[in-house]
């Protein structure tokens, strides 16, 4: 039996290297594992990747349409995006939970979670 893998992403557009790479790296897990749930949540400063008006949006959506093309689930923390103020009509298509229930309810699950 596969484990089902969270991947958090901490890190905002200040660190794009390393975010993108963390987009195509959770891609690269779910095309490999095809029947492992992975889900993506972008917590804190991550965040701001969902930002649709940024320099680096049209890259960022078209890794966001491709994950969930894959059957990633892609999540933002909602506390997260209060803090910066972003509402729905600024931000990519994602589902909006509270960052820090999401990750104890995916540990006590079994999931692994991995953080960036």
Do not use: H
């Amino acid at each position: 039996m596969e484990i089902s893998t969270l991947v958090v992403l901490t890190t905002g557009k200040e660190a794009f290297v390393r975010a993108n790479a963390v987009l195509q790296m959770t891609l690269m897990v779910r095309r490999t594992k095809r029947e492992m749930p992975v889900e993506l949540l972008l917590l804190g400063p991550g965040v701001e990747l969902l930002r649709s008006n940024q320099k680096n949006s049209p890259q960022f959506e078209q890794q966001f349409v491709g994950l969930r093309e894959a059957g990633v689930r892609i999540a933002a923390c909602e506390v997260s995006l209060e803090s910066l103020g972003l509402t729905g009509d600024q931000m990519f298509e994602c589902e909006t939970v509270k960052g820090g229930v999401e990750v104890a309810t995916k540990l006590a699950e079994g999931w692994s979670v991995l953080t960036f």
